[in-house]
């Protein structure tokens, strides 16, 4: 049967404003960003942000400002698709200085939900309602109400069920807002915000003139001393903000705060030359905090890649990038990187004297003993100080090792050790050398461990005193949201109040070197990994862990316990490669030697 040909045929405006909600309006989240740069265009210097939600999600959204307001006349055209008071010929697409010009963020959002508009300009005697429902006008009329405009949206995708059924979890999508919010938040610190959830507060910040203040209301006032600003410029760009210093970098990039022309945006490129602008000034693999504004001429920005305009196209893109790193570099370098952290504990600052070989009463021989048995490094038959802290990691990975599980690495005989980093080791015949990577090795046998316990066997250790966590708003939804995924991997967590965490069990491998930091890292991770399955969260954390678990690159060894970290390496499931995939382990036949000293 011949099959026909379909007709071509103009799509209705309920179809054509429903594919329009589908670019700009994925989630709640995209619901609040359009809303409050509809009020930042409205030149407000106060918007709020009222959130509801039941155990479904989350159910109403209400943006209040304090800004210019809508003229009766006008209140029904901004429902419009294509309606915009920001753009009027196509020329102006080309200088695009406002947050919002598409004419499509209303309309969409209207399209796929119940939406309550309240607006009224300054010196008006009333103000204006309109009530819209699946995009058709419901209700209109004049109201009391401050000056100003305040949004409700209300049964988001109610007529859109398919896409409703898409969203994630309420505390997944609580935190893509706290995250949309601080974003603006940092791009725009004259302009105060506040968000409320389920009446109780989230966040706060105040109108300032400094983005350094702002940084302190979001993410606490004692972040601000290890900040470096950076205030530069060139011809066609200016760079100003703020970056951590070297030793306050994070193991994710979930700190990066970017806008450019005061708009938020998500560009690796742009985080790629603020990261190179460190160089070897930050070990791979971590990641600095970042809070900068680019301004760029309008005329090399293209914000209309992206119909959530979260991504930009750059002209002079390499100049743009070169001048970035440079600027970065040269802050660093005139900054005197060599201070101490402020923020080190007292704690740690008497943990790091305790192992000092400067402090009297630490003696530096050799260790005499060495007991397998658990008692660790002897010398006089007490703990050897320097050894300590080593002994006792070691000992955690011994109680919980892999039963008998034969050893796949071939008998070792230890030479010593490199830069406190690298272990020397020998075949038992001298036919090989061996380079083992202290901190991978033991990466890898607390991985090997941690996941075994996934199956229920994985010991917990519940803490005496809870460490109590102070966390910023999308910190905290992000391990809410990830809590059953935590209790699997030997986290007990539970909310403290205040925005705080009480953590009351770790995995038993951790031992009580827990600290607030590797929390503050695994909600990172999980806001930078947001797209995560359940079974990649478990794997993300349990490298995590592993990672902060693990002996430190720098940390001095005796020959026992090089010894003991090789007999637990070799009974791990894979010890030749890191959880990340790096080497932990490369050999030398003595040919190869020969070769590489042109003996043969």
């Not at 009020?39 to 709020?48: C, E, R």
């Not at 959130?51 to 479904?56: E, G, I, R, V």
């Not at 949004?151 to 999508?173: C, G, H, M, W």
């Not at 080791?425 to 991978?440: P, T």
């Amino acid at each position: 049967m011949k099959k026909s040909v379909p007709r071509i045929t103009l799509l209705d405006d309920d179809t054509i404003n429903q594919i329009a909600a589908g670019e700009v309006v994925e989630r709640p989240a995209s619901v609040v960003k359009e809303l409050i740069e509809n009020s930042l265009d409205a030149g407000a210097s106060s918007i709020s942000i009222e959130l509801l939600s039941d155990t479904k999600g989350i159910t109403r959204i209400k943006i209040i400002d304090d800004g210019c307001g809508i003229p009766p006349e006008d209140v029904e055209k901004a429902f419009l698709r294509h309606a915009t008071s920001k753009v009027r010929y196509a020329e102006d697409l080309h200088v695009v200085t406002s947050m919002g010009f598409r004419g499509e963020a209303l309309a969409s959002i209207s399209a796929i939900s119940r939406v309550l508009m309240v607006t009224r300009t300054r010196g008006a005697d009333t103000a204006t309602t309109m009530a819209v429902s699946g995009g058709e006008v419901t209700g209109f009329g004049e109201v009391a109400a401050p000056s100003g405009t305040s949004v409700t949206i209300e049964d988001l995708f109610y007529n859109t069920p398919a896409r409703r059924k898409f969203l994630r979890s309420r505390q997944t999508e609580l935190l893509q807002i706290y995250l949309a919010v601080e974003a603006e938040a940092l791009a725009h610190p004259h302009v105060g915000f506040l968000l409320m959830h389920n009446g109780q507060e989230r966040i706060r910040t105040q109108a300032t003139e400094r983005l350094i203040d702002t940084v302190g209301f979001l993410f606490g006032h004692e972040r601000i001393p290890s900040l470096i600003g950076i205030s530069t410029g060139s011809p066609f760009m200016r760079i100003d903000g703020y970056v951590s210093h070297p030793s306050d970098c994070r193991t994710n990039r979930a700190d990066t705060f970017i806008s450019i022309n005061r708009r938020p945006v998500v560009s690796k490129t742009i985080a790629r030359a603020i990261r190179a602008g460190y160089g070897t000034l930050v070990a791979k693999g971590s990641y600095p905090s970042v809070f900068l504004n680019l301004t760029i001429d309008t005329g090399l920005v293209d914000v209309n890649v992206h119909p959530t305009k979260r991504e930009v196209r750059l002209s002079r893109e390499r100049e743009i990038l070169e001048e970035i790193t440079r600027a970065v570099s040269e802050t660093l370098h005139s900054t005197d990187i060599l201070r101490k952290r402020t923020n080190r504990t007292e704690a740690e600052i008497g943990e790091r004297n305790l192992i000092s070989p400067r402090v009297s009463g630490v003696r530096e021989e050799t260790p005499k003993s060495y007991s397998a048995g658990g008692s660790g490094v002897q010398a006089g038959g007490r703990v050897h100080l320097k050894f300590s802290t080593t002994d006792k990691q070691l000992r955690l990975t011994e109680t919980v090792c892999l039963g008998d599980t034969p050893g796949l690495l071939p008998s070792l005989r230890v030479i010593g050790q490199v830069c406190e980093r690298y272990i020397l080791a020998g075949s038992v015949a001298d036919d090989e050398l061996f380079i083992i990577d202290q901190h991978a090795a033991h990466e890898r046998i607390l991985y090997d461990q941690l996941s075994a316990g996934r199956d229920g066997r994985l010991q917990r250790q519940d803490l005496l005193v809870p460490l109590v966590v102070s966390l910023r708003p999308a910190e905290h939804a992000a391990l809410n949201d990830a809590s059953s995924v935590l209790e699997d991997q030997g986290f007990v967590i539970e909310d403290f109040g205040g925005g705080s965490i009480a953590v009351r069990s770790v995995p038993m491998v951790l031992g009580k070197r827990l600290g607030a930091e590797i929390i503050r890292d695994i909600a990172g991770d999980l806001i930078a990994e947001k797209s995560l399955s359940s079974d990649e969260r478990k794997e993300q954390i349990t490298c995590m862990v592993a990672c902060r678990g693990a002996i430190k690159a720098g940390t001095t060894m005796s020959n026992e316990q090089m010894e003991r970290l090789l007999d637990q390496l070799s009974r791990t499931s894979e010890p030749y490669t890191c959880p990340h995939g790096r080497p932990v382990i490369l050999s030398y036949t003595i040919s190869q030697l020969d070769r590489l000293f042109h003996r043969s």
